[in-house]
T-cell receptor, first 113, second 112 residues
Framework: GAVVSQHPSWVICKSGTSVKIECRSL??????MFWYRQFPKQSLMLMAT?????????EQGVEKDKFLINHASLTLSTLTVTSAHPEDSSFYIC?????????FGPGTRLTVT | GENVEQHPSTLSVQEGDSAVIKCTYS??????FPWYKQELGKGPQLIID?????GEKKDQRIAVTLNKTAKHFSLHITETQPEDSAVYFC???????????FGKGTHLIIQP
């Protein structure tokens, strides 16, 4: 099946700093990639849709200046959390789309201290 | 926007028995309904999906049914095994380029 990787798998950063998360589709080209956030014991919430070579589309309530998304190629999308605060601590998961199906990465656990 | 309701939130079944998880959606334009299995600390794994032009789909012990009129779809797992224990999420989207709207998840516990 389609494989998506994320790096890093977990990261701890200090409040006010920025952190970048990479999402790669390893064996397919993903025209569209998605970023989700999952708080403990909750469901996944779509943050933004990323299309290769164009600006990301953010869901209502998601600050585009805080969560910077770049989709530089058909196999790589990055999410940068800028000026992170403790409330940004969460599990960030990306997915790559093949027609209808979405295949998810293993997630990145972000802890902001 | 789309709203997906999922029930039950927790389901405990004896090993070997069947498990059924149900979801309803609100947007009649949704046409793709996947189910994901998520183990603790991992990303969701696609286990089965169905499109709106199909009423039922089966893959070994797993099946999904869709009732477009009632706007609900269900996951059926037969002959449950300990490794089926996980959180299961249903989701819906309008078409391939859309993000998914997830249900709140069902914690499935398989009792030995």
């Amino acid at each position: 099946g389609a494989v998506v990787s994320q790096h890093p798998s977990w990261v701890i950063c200090k409040s006010g700093t920025s952190v970048k998360i990479e999402c790669r589709s390893l064996d397919f080209q993903a025209t569209t990639m998605f970023w989700y956030r999952q708080f403990p014991k909750q469901s996944l919430m779509l943050m933004a849709t990323s299309n290769e070579g164009s600006k990301a589309t953010y869901e209502q309530g998601v600050e585009k200046d805080k969560f910077l998304i770049n989709h530089a190629s058909l196999t790589l999308s990055t999410l940068t959390v800028t000026s992170a605060h403790p409330e940004d601590s969460s599990f960030y998961i990306c997915s790559g789309g093949i027609t209808y199906e979405q295949y998810f990465g293993p997630g990145t656990r972000l802890t902001v201290t | 926007g789309e709203n997906v309701e999922q029930h039950p939130s927790t389901l405990s079944v004896q090993e070997g028995d069947s498990a059924v998880i149900k979801c309803t959606y609100s947007d009649s334009a949704s046409n793709y309904f996947p189910w994901y299995k998520q183990e603790l600390g991992k990303g969701p794994q696609l286990i089965i999906d169905i499109r709106s032009n199909v009423g039922e789909k089966k893959d070994q012990r797993i099946a999904v049914t869709l009732n477009k009129t009632a706007k609900h779809f269900s996951l059926h797992i037969t002959e449950t095994q300990p490794e089926d224990s996980a959180v299961y999420f249903c989701a819906a989207s309008k078409w391939g380029a859309d993000g998914l709207t997830f249900g709140k998840g069902t914690h499935l516990i398989i009792q030995p």
